[in-house]
């Protein structure tokens, strides 16, 4: 056997490359090592649907996307709480624009704070920013997806949170 077809089985035993779909392409389901990885799924009405990482311990809360250079169309984090509050954010250390959903226990969108951007402050003193509405959870997504995604108050996304 060549060395070429021993690479080529090796490619294609480990899966090299086939563990994400490709942006651009329907994304009706997530591939098996997505829903292991305990992703929400969240559908909008229209019937996109955003992979969101769950944050939903004091240190997942704490550490959000800070650091993350790139955030997919389709992929997002959702901070969920115990209680309903007005549950304030900021951008320290978060190296990519956002856009921020707070959701009712329901799904129920309540307020959208679109294109947040980026603190490069090195204090504390970056800004915050609060609902209108006590919310029960957060959708973080990439800067102006609430607005390609019609995601607006009023309007409700079906949640599968693992």
């Known amino acids: 056997m060549s060395l070429r077809k021993i690479f080529l089985s090796i490619i294609l035993v480990l899966g090299i490359g086939s563990c994400l779909?490709?942006?651009?392409?329907?994304?009706?389901?997530?591939?098996?090592?997505?829903n292991d990885g305990g992703l929400a799924i969240l559908t909008t009405p229209a019937g996109f649907t955003i992979y969101a990482e769950v944050a939903d311990t004091p240190?997942?809360?704490?550490?959000?996307?800070?650091?993350?250079?790139?955030?997919?169309?389709?992929?997002?984090?959702?901070?969920?709480?115990?209680?309903?509050?007005?549950?304030?954010?900021w951008m320290k250390n978060t190296k990519i624009s956002l856009d921020m959903i707070w959701l009712d226990q329901k799904g129920k969108i309540v307020d959208v704070q679109p294109n947040i951007p980026i603190c490069e402050r090195q204090d504390d003193f970056c800004p915050r920013y609060r609902p209108r509405h006590k919310a029960y959870s957060v959708l973080e997504l990439k800067a102006g997806q609430a607005k390609n995604l019609e995601l607006k108050p009023g309007v409700t996304l079906k949640m599968e949170i693992p």
């Open 59 to 89: 240190m997942k809360k704490a550490k959000g996307l800070m650091y993350r250079t790139s955030l997919a169309p389709d992929r997002g984090m959702l901070f969920i709480f115990q209680d309903r509050g007005y549950w304030t954010f």
């Open 21 to 34: 779909p490709p942006i651009g392409l329907a994304n009706s389901h997530p591939p098996p090592s997505l």
